[in-house]
């Protein structure tokens, strides 16, 4: 049974950096592409990194630059570090495995205000 979870959200001010987590389980992690995704209250569901089991990566321009998506397959956990957060980057954020179907972690929420 595949298994996400989120962990790192929080509330920081405009300009700070978060560090999320997801631990991941019951496939075989280092074989899967890896996705963040965020949704905002009122606005479509947002990809802002992916990973390849390479450790290759893209960004969408509204992130690029200030967000970096790495993983450790040794122990099934992909990172999102974000820097110079903007009050736009408030939002819930996923993980998410494409296997069959996306399987999705409960999320964490990250709010960007002063």
């Known amino acids: 049974q595949v298994q996400l979870v989120e962990s790192g959200g929080g509330l920081v001010q405009p300009g700070g950096s978060l560090r999320l987590s997801c631990a991941a389980s019951?496939?075989?992690?280092?074989?899967?592409?890896m996705n963040w995704y965020r949704q905002a209250p009122g606005k479509e569901r947002e990809l802002v990194a992916t990973?390849?089991?390479?450790?290759?990566?893209k960004y969408p321009e509204s992130v690029k630059g200030r967000f970096t998506i790495s993983r450790d397959n040794d122990n099934n956990t992909v990172f999102l570090q974000m820097n110079d957060l903007k009050l736009d980057d408030t939002a819930v954020y996923y993980c998410?495995?494409?296997?069959?179907?996306?399987?999705w972690g409960q999320g964490t929420q990250v709010t960007v205000s002063s």
């Open positions: 019951g496939f075989v992690f280092k074989l899967r592409p």
């Open positions: 990973i390849d089991p390479y450790k290759r990566t």
């Open positions: 998410i495995v494409r296997i069959d179907t996306d399987h």
